[in-house]
């Protein structure tokens, strides 16, 4: 059964670059939309941005110039870059397969603060 | 872009229907049957429970239904239990390539 592992940093210094990556555990990495989604504490899902294996993406326009995601077929594994955080950017970050979203990472908590 | 809107608590009793509204737009809801539901226990991922407008899943319980009509769709649980006290979202494609969801709804079985 395939699944979705977010890994990265759990504290980022406000101003700085939050750096996330999705790794997925079978080579369906080519075949499928994959996307990025965020839930601040209590409050409600925010969809990032997707990538597809060819490289095609698109991004929240609320989140469009600090947002970066790339896909790395070779090893199975895409990745999201948001720039400049603040602390509004502290959530859980979730990666997702597809639209629907039909499978998800476990997601990761990622607190900004110095 | 804006949330999809959505009531922020809706409650029932077991064994009774609910019905939760998604409100759009004619650059979202209104011009795609990309529409998708989740479900969110607390602490946990989302699930899907709902996508095209009215398919369901097949490990997701048929009490589980989906409609739309305009830039409005709908979410009905029928048979409600206690298993179903949960976060549900609505996510729509938009015409601008990407993907809003909606403000979220709390459902609260008594």
């Known amino acids: 059964q395939v699944q979705l592992q977010e890994s990265g940093p759990g504290l980022v210094k406000p101003s700085e670059t939050l750096s996330l990556t999705c790794s997925v555990s079978?080579?369906?990495?080519?075949?499928?939309?994959w996307s990025w989604i965020r839930q601040p504490p209590g409050k409600g899902l925010e969809w990032i941005g997707f990538?597809?294996?060819?490289?095609?993406?698109s991004y929240n326009p609320s989140l469009k110039s600090r947002v970066n995601i790339r896909i790395d077929t070779s090893k199975n594994r895409f990745s999201l870059k948001l720039n400049s955080v603040t602390a509004a950017d502290t959530a859980v970050y979730y990666c997702?397969?597809?639209?629907?979203?039909?499978?998800w990472g476990r997601g990761t908590l990622v607190t900004v603060s110095s | 872009q804006s949330a999809l809107t959505q009531p922020a608590s809706v409650s029932g009793s077991p064994g009774q229907s609910i019905t939760i509204s998604c409100t759009g737009t004619?650059?979202?809801?209104?011009?795609?049957?990309?529409l998708s539901w989740y479900q969110q226990h607390p602490g946990r991922a989302p699930k899907l429970i709902i996508h095209?407008?009215?398919n369901r899943p097949s490990e997701v319980s048929n009490r589980f239904s989906g409609s739309k009509s305009g830039n409005t769709a709908s979410l009905t649980i029928s048979g409600l239990q206690a298993e179903d006290e949960a976060d549900y979202y609505c996510?729509?494609?938009?015409?601008?390539?990407?993907?809003?969801f909606g403000t979220g709804t709390k459902v609260t079985v008594l």
């Open positions: 990538i597809f294996n060819d490289g095609r993406s």
């Open positions: 996510c729509s494609y938009t015409t601008s390539d990407t993907y809003v």
């Open positions: 095209a407008v009215d």
């Open positions: 997702a397969r597809g639209f629907p979203f039909d499978l």
């Open positions: 079978d080579d369906s990495i080519s075949s499928y939309y």
């Open positions: 004619t650059s979202d809801v209104g011009s795609y049957n990309y």
